[in-house]
T-cell receptor
């Protein structure tokens, strides 16, 4: 079974803190994604990566950065957390072999609250 | 412009009723894929089905069925004889051959099945 794990299910941080959200997949997938999910807005893509050390901006990259030093790990970084970044963050991965055909596999999500 | 539209934000049905979740998509690609995911209260998105743009056959899997119609750009999902365990948020998504592995998600439909 494909497994995508995220470092925390729940996280509470203060405004201005630097926040790291970690995601690890065990299926040797090339592609990894970070989304945020907000009520009424669905899933919005923040960043994605097609390969190690490679990153592409998604629809809402402002206020976020990412790091992919190893194939299995994709980190989302909030440089200075703000209250409007309170959200559910979902990580996903997919293989590259069949391109757009491949389904994405999701982690359990991290519910981040910024106070 | 929204590539995937799920006009139904919330639906409530009584157990054993049938329910259809609507999904309308927009793309200029001739090769594309449509997906449905289920997000139970636990939070993790679960892949349900994929359809490619060249296969308009309807699909049935147990109580679930999917109706893909290119003429109306729709990919609707029907649950027959709904059960309480079907209560979840359901997302429709699109991927396009020309944009590779990126998914475009709808805003989701929250289904509540009342016992």
């Amino acid at each position: 079974d494909v497994k995508v794990t995220q470092s925390s299910r729940y996280l509470v941080k203060r405004t201005g803190e630097k926040v790291f959200l970690e995601c690890v997949q065990d299926m040797d997938h090339e592609n990894m994604f970070w989304y945020r999910q907000d009520p009424g807005l669905g899933l919005r893509l923040i960043y994605f990566s097609y390969d190690v050390k490679m990153k592409e901006k998604g629809d809402i990259p402002e206020g976020y950065s990412v790091s992919r030093e190893k194939k299995e790990r994709f980190s989302l970084i909030l440089e200075s957390a703000s209250t409007n970044q309170t959200s559910m963050y979902l990580c996903a991965s997919s293989g590259n072999f069949r391109g757009a055909y491949n389904e994405q596999f999701f982690g359990p999500g991290t519910r981040l609250t910024v106070l | 412009a929204q590539k995937v539209t799920q006009a139904q934000t919330e639906i409530s049905v009584v157990e054993k009723e049938d329910v259809t979740l609507d999904c309308v998509y927009e793309t200029r690609d001739t090769t594309y894929y449509l997906f449905w995911y289920k997000q139970p209260p636990s939070g993790e998105l679960v892949f349900l089905i994929r359809r490619n743009s060249f296969d308009e056959q309807n699909e049935i899997s147990g109580r679930y069925s999917w109706n893909f119609q290119k003429s109306t750009s729709s990919f609707n999902f029907t649950i027959t004889a709904s059960q309480v365990v079907d209560s979840a948020v359901y997302f429709c998504a699109l991927s396009e051959a020309n944009t590779g592995n990126q998914f475009y998600f709808g805003t989701g439909t929250s289904l509540t099945v009342i016992p």
